[in-house]
């Protein structure tokens, strides 16, 4: 059973770029039609998409973040990351990793905190 | 605020149905299938309904889902305490050019 683990710094100052890794385990990476997401969600509110990194090498990004993000695959080491310039206290949010394609594969990371203040 | 349309709440006792919309528009929901996620409290969202109205695999036939034009529907039958959690419907925005959520709806088993 494949195991997402998303591991980052926790607490940031603004204007600093946010490094976020997700670690993938437990199984095969899947092939095929796969896309591996970020998605992110404030205290207390809703969720929000960042980008995902399909398998078949295509990038998207949501528009309201595009200039600041970067997202990158790297299977010699069975892992996703997620970068995101420029913080502000409005990037604090629980940052979530996740794998699916269109056929109802899903999986999601715990989430990790990540919190921007000066 | 989104531009899929859930209402904040809804609530129903033990053993009852409830229905959660999602309204959306010719852009989102009009032309893309349709996802809806669980979020039970201090948890990540998992995956209970995709493409509009297949579950996955465990997820039990008490949910169900449904997309009639620019709006879709998730049902819950024979409600259970454990199905206290925020529900979100998501699909892709043609016109954003990005994956969409709405704001959620916080379903409460009094």
């Known amino acids: 059973q494949l195991q997402l683990q998303e591991s980052g710094p926790g607490l940031m100052k603004p204007s600093q770029t946010l490094s976020l890794t997700c670690a993938v385990s437990g199984g095969s990476i899947p092939s095929g039609a796969y896309s591996w997401s970020w998605i992110r969600q404030p205290p207390g509110k809703g969720l929000e998409w960042i980008g995902f990194?399909?398998?078949?090498?295509?990038?998207r990004y949501n528009p309201s973040l595009k200039s600041r993000v970067t997202m990158s695959v790297d299977w010699s080491k069975n892992q996703f990351s997620l970068k995101l310039s420029s913080v502000t206290a409005a990037d604090t949010a629980v940052y979530y990793c996740?794998?699916?394609?269109?056929?109802?594969?899903?999986?999601w990371g715990q989430g990790t905190l990540v919190t921007v203040s000066s | 605020q989104s531009v899929l349309t859930q209402s904040p709440s809804a609530s129903e006792t033990p053993g009852q149905r409830v229905t959660i919309s999602c309204s959306g528009g010719?852009?989102?929901?009009?032309?893309?299938?349709v996802n809806w996620y669980q979020q039970l409290p201090g948890t990540a969202p998992k995956l209970l309904i995709y493409s509009n109205h297949h579950r996955p695999s465990g997820v039990p036939d008490r949910f169900s889902g449904s997309k009639s034009g620019t709006s879709a529907s998730l049902a819950i039958s024979g409600l259970q305490s454990e199905d206290e959690a925020d529900y979100y419907c998501a699909t892709w925005d043609d016109s954003l050019d990005g994956l969409i959520f709405g704001g959620g709806t916080k379903l409460t088993v009094l």
């Open positions: 010719n852009s989102n929901i009009g032309r893309n299938d």
């Open positions: 996740s794998g699916g394609n269109d056929y109802g594969d899903s999986i």
């Open positions: 990194a399909h398998n078949n090498g295509n990038t």
